[in-house]
C-alpha cells in the first residue's frame, strides 16, 4: 500500500522547529502502530519532540491519534457516575487502596485501571497481588459488572486501549525520550480518555522521588493534561503533590496493603489519610457528589466494607495474612536530633533492590521486601534509634540497598526544622 506521508519528512518538520500538521499526527501514529514507521524512525521523530516540543492542538491531536489505534470502553449505562484517579507515580504511593473503596462509598464508581512497577516507583498491581488470591485480569464484562456491583475495580488495562502507546512508551523507555512533558501527556490521558471515565483527578508529583523533580515542569504537565481532557469532554483536575520523601511509612507491596488497611480502619499515617481524602473530594465533586464527605465514610467503616467486597470479588481473601520477609535489616540513627530529610529517590531505590521492584517487565516480584520508616522529616530522634528497617526475603540483596540509601537520612541539631513543601502544593483546574 503505497502511503500518503513520508517518515523521513515528518520527522524533518519537527526538527527544524515545524507543527506538524493533523494529518501528519494521524498518519505517523497510525503507521507507526502498524508497523509502516520504523522503530528508529519514530525514535528520531520522539528526540525531536523531546527537544523542540509540542503547540496544544499538536499534543491534543497526537492524542486522539494514539486513542483512535484502539478500542473505547463505555461506562454510560452503568447506574452511578465514574471517576478515575491517575498517579504520575511515586515512592509509599499506595493511595489507590483506600482511594478506590472510599469514592465508590459515597455513591462514584471507580474504574481503576491499573499497571505493575517498573523502577524505584510501585505499581498498583503488584501491591494488590501481595493479597493471597486476589487476581488483576479481569474481561471488560467482568469489570463492568464489578463497578455496578461494588463501585470499585483495581484491573489491568487490556491490551486494547491505546496500543500505540504502549508501542511507543516501550521505545521511548530505551531511546532516552521518556521525559518529554507532550508525550508524557499524551501517554497517560490517551489511556485515561479511551477508558472512558466521567471524570479524572490527576496526581502530579514533584520532587526526588517523582518523574517531575521540578515545580514549574510539574505544572506545565498538570496543565496540558488537564487542557487534554477537557477538550475530550472529561472533567480533570490535577492536584501537585509533594514526593520529597515517601508517603506514609512503608515502600513495598505487602507492607503498603497493610498500611492502606489501617486507614481504611480509620487510623494510618496522617499524610496518607489527608491525601487519600483530598484525593476523593476532588473526585466526587468532579463528578457531581460534592454533597457527600468522604471523611465520614472513612471513619464509619463504609470505606472498609466496600474495601472487602472489591478484593473478594476479584479471588482475594481480606482476611488472610499477608506475607512477611524471612530477613530484616535495622538502619539505625547516627547522632541525636531532628530527621529533617528523609530522601524519596533514595528510599523507592532501596526497596526496588531489596525486592519490591523490578528491572525489567518480565521479573517477578518480593511480596514481602520494602522498607519501613520509623521517622520522618519532623521527628525527634535519638543516636541509635532504628530510622528504617529494611524487609527481603533474599538477605545478599542487603548491601546494594544499604548503598542506595548512602545520604537518604539527614539528622540536624534539636530544634531545627525540616525545610518541607506542603503534601498538596497547589491545583490546577
Ligand atoms: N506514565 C505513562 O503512562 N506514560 C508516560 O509517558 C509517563 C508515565
Known amino acids: 500500500m503505497s502511503e500518503p506521508f513520508d517518515a523521513v519528512d515528518v520527522i524533518r518538520t519537527k526538527r527544524d522547529r515545524g507543527v506538524l500538521s493533523d494529518e501528519q499526527v494521524d498518519w505517523v501514529v497510525d503507521a507507526y502502530t502498524r508497523g509502516a514507521v520504523a522503530d528508529e524512525q519514530m525514535s528520531a521523530l520522539a528526540m525531536a519532540i523531546l527537544l523542540n516540543g509540542m503547540q496544544r492542538a499538536e499534543i491534543a491531536r497526537w492524542t486522539q491519534a494514539m486513542i483512535a489505534t484502539g478500542e473505547r470502553l463505555d461506562f454510560g449505562r452503568l447506574s452511578r457516575p465514574t471517576a478515575d484517579k491517575h498517579s504520575t507515580g511515586g515512592v509509599g504511593d499506595k493511595i489507590t487502596l483506600p482511594l478506590a473503596p472510599l469514592v465508590a462509598a459515597c455513591g462514584v464508581a471507580v474504574p481503576q485501571l491499573s499497571g505493575r512497577g517498573l523502577g524505584h516507583t510501585g505499581g498498583t498491581l503488584d501491591k494488590m497481588e501481595a493479597i493471597p488470591g486476589w487476581r488483576a485480569d479481569l474481561s471488560n464484562e467482568q469489570m463492568m459488572r464489578q463497578l455496578e456491583d461494588v463501585g470499585a475495580v483495581v484491573c489491568a488495562a487490556g491490551a486494547g486501549l491505546a496500543p500505540a502507546d504502549k508501542k511507543l512508551y516501550a521505545l521511548r523507555d530505551v531511546t532516552g525520550t521518556v521525559e518529554s512533558i507532550p508525550l508524557i501527556a499524551s501517554s497517560i490521558m490517551s489511556k485515561k480518555i479511551a477508558e472512558g471515565t466521567g471524570a479524572l483527578v490527576l496526581d502530579v508529583k514533584v520532587g526526588s522521588g517523582a518523574f517531575m523533580k521540578d515545580l514549574d515542569d510539574a505544572r506545565e504537565l498538570a496543565e496540558s493534561m488537564v487542557a487534554l481532557g477537557k477538550d475530550a469532554g472529561v472533567t480533570t483536575v490535577a492536584v501537585l503533590t509533594n514526593m520529597q520523601t515517601p508517603l506514609g ?10 498500611e492502606s488497611v489501617e486507614v481504611l480502619a480509620g487510623g494510618g499515617p496522617g499524610d496518607v489519610v489527608e491525601l487519600t481524602v483530598t484525593l476523593a473530594r476532588e473526585m466526587l465533586a468532579a463528578a457531581g457528589r460534592d454533597d457527600v464527605d468522604p471523611a465520614d465514610a472513612l471513619k464509619d467503616g463504609r470505606a472498609m466494607d466496600v474495601w472487602r467486597q472489591m478484593v473478594r470479588a476479584q479471588g482475594g481473601d481480606p482476611d488472610a495474612e499477608l506475607p512477611t520477609a524471612k530477613e530484616t535489616h535495622q538502619v539505625l540513627a547516627q547522632g541525636d536530633g531532628v530527621v529533617t530529610q528523609l530522601d524519596a529517590l533514595k528510599v523507592g531505590v532501596a526497596a526496588w533492590r531489596l525486592g519490591a521492584g523490578r528491572a525489567r517487565k518480565e521479573d517477578p516480584v518480593q511480596a514481602a521486601a520494602g522498607v519501613e520508616i520509623h521517622a520522618k522529616p519532623g521527628s525527634e530522634i535519638r543516636s541509635g534509634e532504628p530510622v528504617l528497617t529494611l524487609h527481603t526475603d533474599t538477605p545478599e540483596r ?32
Open 249 to 258: 511509612l512503608t515502600a513495598g507491596n505487602a507492607l503498603e496493603v497493610r
Open 398 to 429: 542487603f548491601g546494594r540497598a544499604l548503598e542506595a540509601l548512602d545520604g537518604a537520612v539527614t539528622i540536624m541539631p534539636a530544634g531545627s526544622r525540616p525545610d518541607l513543601l506542603p503534601l498538596v502544593i497547589d491545583k490546577v483546574r
